[in-house]
């Protein structure tokens, strides 16, 4: 089926600590594919969703859902169940890729690069994780995206109070070896990488505030990188994406130190798509307006489906 002959349903909002940022992706989606004429069924995934939901007839659903709930493989299983199609990674490459800590295992099994980390709970000793990954240190959520309850730990006597902020939205913490050097993302679209683009920012790190709220972000496009380095880097994105079993469309983040050595840090599955957002910049810098880049994820979908 042609995907103009299509009714797609947008899932957005949720009801994680994401969902501001979901509300303004997703209606981002519904306006571009309004713009070009596309049947289109807007779906907040908040309480009682689910019975309004089944009601409506449509092709597809497009996910523009962010953090858990709707990144976590939990929606994906739902959806897989109902045998409705959908856009994105599905429950196994969700789930690991929301997981923070098994993403790591795996790399580590395949010999990916990554920082060092350490599982904090209850029993560790901040002292014996100080002397064992060195100073600074970056202390996330497992299961958070958009840099939401990050913080960054330059002395032994701030990881407590680092620890309990991230443990505000997780149970379950990880510190991880602060890397010195310089950030860039990797889209990855239908089995190949955009352009890399490098961030700057006057924050510690490319934080909630630098993603969302603030205008003084550098993103730079070129990357600033050779051609070869570039190429590594995408090529290291691909595999990185691939080993935990993600598909369609997401994003890699990675730092560069300063010995020139990538180091992976995390795999966003449903990266956002708002006017602040990394995926629209890469897919510019590659030729596709916001809405061709939108019909793009929809065709990587609709193969797996066999629907052209």
């Given amino acids: 089926m042609r995907i103009s002959d299509m009714r797609v349903a947008v899932l957005y909002g ?40 089944r009601k409506n007839e449509f092709d597809i659903a497009f996910l523009a859902l962010h953090g858990r709930g709707g990144e976590d493989g939990t929606i994906q299983g739902l959806l897989d169940s109902l045998d409705i199609p959908y856009t994105g990674s599905g429950v196994l490459g969700s789930a690991l890729a929301m997981d923070k800590v098994r993403t790591k295992q795996i790399w580590q099994t395949l010999g990916l690069p990554t920082p ?31 840099s939401i309850g990050l913080s960054k730990v330059e002395q032994l006597d701030e990881l407590k109070v680092a620890v ?29 990488a955009l352009p890399v683009i490098g961030l700057e920012t006057h924050h510690q790190f490319y934080d909630y505030e630098a ?23 995408q090529s290291l994105a ?48 590659a030729g596709y307006s916001f809405a061709e880049l939108v019909l793009e994820i929809i065709r990587a979908a609709q193969k797996r489906y066999h629907a052209v």
């Avoid at 600590?17 to 004429?37: F, P, T």
């Avoid at 991230?166 to 089995?191: C, P, R």
């Fill in 116 to 146: 060092a980390y350490a599982v904090i709970d209850h029993d560790s000793d901040p002292e014996q994780i100080w002397q064992t990954l060195g100073g600074p240190l970056m202390v996330k959520p497992v299961h958070e995206g958009s």
């Fill in 211 to 233: 993603k969302y709220l603030v205008d003084d972000t550098r993103y730079l496009l070129p990357c600033g990188l050779t051609e070869a380095e570039e190429s590594h880097i």
């Fill in 14 to 53: 949720g009801m994680s600590a994401e969902r501001a940022v979901s509300l303004k992706s997703g209606q981002a989606v519904i306006d571009a594919l309004r713009s070009i004429d596309i049947d289109v069924l807007p779906v907040d995934v908040c309480e009682g969703w689910l019975d309004q939901f």
């Fill in 238 to 285: 691909i595999e990185a994406f691939n080993a935990v079993g993600c598909r369609d469309w997401g994003r890699v983040d990675l730092m560069v130190d300063g010995d020139n050595r990538p180091q992976l840090l995390e795999v966003n599955t449903l990266p956002g798509m708002t006017d602040h957002s990394l995926v629209p910049m890469a897919g510019k810098a």
């Fill in 164 to 192: 309990l902020k991230a443990e505000e939205l997780d149970s379950q913490v990880i510190a991880e070896q602060w890397i010195t050097g310089k950030e860039y993302t990797v889209t990855i679209l239908d089995g190949r």
